[in-house]
């Protein structure tokens, strides 16, 4: 895979030229889907034995980060990872415990540890710390010298933060996207959603962990979600503005890029399944599934996608002054008028970064060095040509109200079987026992030759782990399994 190199951000009303570092040719979109693929296998990254290691901090302690530890340490340029979320039993068993606070208000003590530790690498994971500007913070040593981050800056972060800034950079970049407005008045809001002939998606405009998109089955949902937003604050201040938007049909999927300042690196797109059940139904969660590669868009689309979306926000976001280094996480709905933006978040999804990383053959730390430094087109990248289906297992009550504390039984006997890896996220170790501790517990991923074998593989190991009141969708990459015969 090679990326696409762009050129610095054209005039308003001029639109942005696209030039690809290799094999710039269409193809055809019957043949497998991954994006960018050279007609001729490119060697993996590989990092050479002069390469001195390096020294990674990761912060962050979810599913997301435990696939993302896994990816790391399988790096021959690993020296020694240092992790700020050791309660993660998944997490603690790869890396250092860090010996500091880890939140905003101490920034300063992360920054020590990092200049003691000879910190040459930091890997942010989830969008709380990038949106507290950790990015910011940890990109420059005590001396001066400067320190490789994956991940973007506050500025940049804003993008998924606030909702309402990045409907208006879309607006502004003339990206398709639904047709919406904003509010930061419930009264307003609600009398404008009751004037409705169809409900509206209801969005809290902040950070609510994924969980804060309602999209309501009639207007009287649709008021009762911006009230409970609004006024119960359901999504805590996150719910201080709200977006409403037009309900768009089509199919959703997720296609995930890295950006070093100059280039684009489309990743293999993935597709998640975001309803608590089968056959999408019930609330939206954080991600009860994802599978890899998806093959919804052909190669023709995804270049519509990386020309008319990835490489207009990523101009848009340079006129405000900002520089995008990072995962640009763009959620589309594949609409009868083309593709449109649901929204961007600013790092990998979880669980989309579960089966992404089991097919990563390449070098993790050399593929986030080169994101960090604006090296993305002096690198191949590569990626298994197995499937990968990724099975969430979610707590009792999620999401509304998870139970913790069951005990969970199984995960040695699944990670047993070839080709499976389970990522903890909340799970807790209590007194040597594993416990419940979150609402999506942990992920089941696996890789198969088609996606009907992963798909069965992933199952067969799940079925193998217990906890009382699990939840668990048992239609994940079904589609996709059927389709492809």
């Known amino acids: ?6 050129q610095a951000a054209p005039p308003r009303n001029q639109e942005p030229t696209l030039g690809h570092a290799a094999n710039s040719g269409k193809r055809n979109p019957d043949t497998p889907l991954e994006p960018r693929a050279p007609a001729v296998v490119q060697p993996t990254i590989a990092a050479m034995p002069t390469d001195p290691p390096i020294n990674v901090l990761l912060i962050g302690g979810g599913g997301r980060e435990h696939a993302l530890a896994r990816a790391i340490a399988r790096s021959p340029r690993l020296g020694t990872l ?8 998944g997490i603690a068993a790869l890396g250092t415990p860090v010996d500091v606070p880890v939140n905003a208000r101490e920034l300063y003590r992360l920054q020590q540890y990092a200049d003691a530790n000879d910190i040459g690498l930091v890997v942010i994971g989830p969008e709380d710390p990038l949106a507290q500007g950790f990015a910011d913070a940890l990109a420059k040593r005590g001396d001066g010298r400067p320190r490789s981050v994956f991940g973007p800056t506050r500025d940049a972060a804003r993008l998924e933060a606030d909702k309402s ?8 970049a003339s990206i398709p996207t639904a047709e919406g407005r904003s509010f930061d008045n419930p009264d307003a809001a609600i009398e404008f959603l009751s004037t409705r002939d169809e409900p509206y998606v209801v969005k809290a405009s902040g950070l609510a962990k994924g969980k804060g998109v309602i999209v309501p089955e009639s ?3 649709a008021v009762e979600a911006a009230r ?8 805590g201040d996150a719910g201080s503005r709200i977006i409403v938007e037009e309900r768009l049909t089509g199919t959703e999927v997720s296609v995930l890029a890295l950006c070093d300042g100059h280039n684009i690196l489309t990743l293999p797109p993935c597709q998640d399944h975001k309803r608590l059940r089968d056959a999408d139904a019930g609330p939206n969660t954080g991600g009860m599934g994802a599978f890899c590669p998806s093959s919804t868009l052909d190669a023709d689309t ?20 900002v520089e995008y280094r990072g995962v640009l996480y763009a959620g589309l709905m594949l609409t009868h008028g083309g593709p449109k933006v649901l929204e961007f978040n600013v790092r990998f999804g979880d669980p989309e970064c579960q089966p992404l990383m089991a097919r990563l053959e390449s070098d993790a730390i050399e593929l986030m060095l080169a994101t960090a430094t604006g090296r993305l087109d002096q690198i191949e990248v590569t990626f298994s040509d197995q499937h990968a289906v990724t099975v969430v297992l979610a707590s009792a009550g999620y999401p509304e109200s998870p139970r913790t504390g069951d005990e ?12 499976v890896t389970v990522d903890l ?7 040597g026992t594993l416990v419940t501790a979150g609402g999506r517990v942990l992920a089941v991923t696996a890789l198969g030759p088609s996606m009907s074998a992963a798909r069965e593989l992933a199952y067969e190991a799940a079925g193998k782990i217990q906890f009382e009141g699990a939840q668990m969708r048992t239609d994940i990459a079904a589609h996709a399994a059927a389709t492809a015969g």
Do not use: C
């Not at 895979?1 to 762009?6: L, N, Q």
């Not at 800034?165 to 502004?172: D, F, G, M, W």
């Open 1 to 6: 895979m090679s990326p696409t190199s762009y």
């Open 82 to 89: 240092h992790i700020t979320h050791a309660a993660n039993p």
């Open 165 to 172: 800034y990045a409907k208006h950079l879309i607006r502004a």
């Open 219 to 221: 207007v009287e949902q």
């Open 228 to 235: 409970s937003i609004m006024v119960d604050r359901a999504f």
């Open 302 to 321: 995804l270049e519509d996608i990386e020309r008319d979306v990835l490489v207009p926000i990523i101009d848009a976001l340079r006129r405000e002054d």
């Open 408 to 419: 969970i039984t199984g995960i040695e006997e699944a990670e047993s079987m070839p080709g």
């Open 425 to 431: 996220a909340g799970v807790r170790d209590h007194n």
